[in-house]
Nanobody
């Protein structure tokens, strides 16, 4: 089992910045990749960014490229998402997730491919 705890959400003005953190504990040594997803009211959960645990290969959804940065600290078992130049449409509950499948790189954007999820943290961007 892997436990994931997100933090760092809150209210921010459009154009501002926010940094989310996801602390992982438990049987993390099998983790192949970590992802950030978001879900806005009335919408499906969507992929935002992902990072491989071993070699830091990174993936982003096109809409956040150049504004969001995913990173990790293996020593702290923590993944971060720096969110810059945020927009009102970025308002959502943000979830981190852990994938322990060896074929993670072919499924990194699919929520169903992830094995463990955090409880989510609310990000609200005001206009």
């Amino acid at each position: 089992q892997v436990q994931l705890v997100e933090s760092g959400g809150g209210l921010v003005q459009a154009g501002g910045s926010l940094r989310l953190a996801c602390a992982a504990s438990g049987r993390t040594f099998n983790t192949c990749g970590m992802g950030w997803f978001r879900q806005a009211p009335g919408k499906e959960r969507e992929f935002v960014a992902a990072i491989s645990w071993s070699d830091s290969v990174i993936y982003y959804v096109d809409s956040v490229k150049g504004r969001f940065t995913i990173s990790k600290d293996n020593a702290k078992n923590t993944v971060y998402q720096q969110m810059n130049s945020v927009k009102p449409e970025n308002t959502a509950v943000y979830y981190c997730a852990a994938n322990q499948q060896i074929y993670w790189r072919s499924t990194y954007s699919r929520a169903r491919a992830y094995d463990y999820w955090g409880q989510g943290t609310q990000v609200t961007v005001s206009s």
